[in-house]
């Protein structure tokens, strides 16, 4: 199994906000929003393993600022880090208004994804290698990103999260 670097997931993805894509106020509904940022993030680590995805955890994801009617919306999605089965994926999204020529931060966001093999089940994924002063920032952060996911969800107990013992226990 070869390594891949976080540039070879990288993904960007553009939309249209339509009247269909709006709430009654103009502006895009979250639920479209995570829609699309669901699909980018399913191509970036499907780049990265070459086998089918299933997002398995979506973090907090916060609304900045709203994307109008009209506006183009542009998802970039890049792979932060492998593990065994899983990956982490961050998403930014930026909204556009093209006539005012006003680009802006709408979110940021984290995904998870395991890779199936053709039973189903989840399988080995490629180890992902950062490059850049960033990329090794957000590799390293991504084991306590991910401790907090299992802990939260329930997989994981609190004195098993080497990286955030000290946030849980005195």
Request: aromatic share 8%; proline share 4%; with cysteine.
């Amino acid at each position: 199994m070869h390594t891949k670097k976080p540039q070879d997931t990288f993904v960007m993805m553009s939309e249209l906000v339509l009247p269909n894509d709006t709430n009654t106020l103009g502006n895009l509904m979250g639920g479209k929003l995570m829609h699309w940022m669901d699909i980018a993030a399913a191509i970036a680590s499907q780049k990265h393993c070459n086998c089918p995805v299933v997002t398995v955890s979506v973090d907090n994801v916060s609304f900045t600022q709203p994307i109008q009617l009209g506006n183009l919306l542009t998802i970039e999605a890049k792979l932060t880090r492998s593990f065994s089965t899983s990956m982490e994926v961050y998403l930014r999204v930026w909204g556009e208004d093209l006539t005012a020529q006003y680009k802006y931060l709408s979110n940021e966001a984290y995904m998870t994804f395991v890779a199936l093999d053709n039973h189903g089940k989840p399988r080995k994924v490629p180890e992902l290698i950062p490059e850049t002063d960033l990329e090794k920032t957000m590799f390293d952060g991504a084991l306590r990103r991910r401790q907090l996911r299992l802990i939260l969800g329930g997989k994981m107990k609190t004195e098993d999260a080497g990286e955030l013992r000290a946030l849980f226990i005195k």
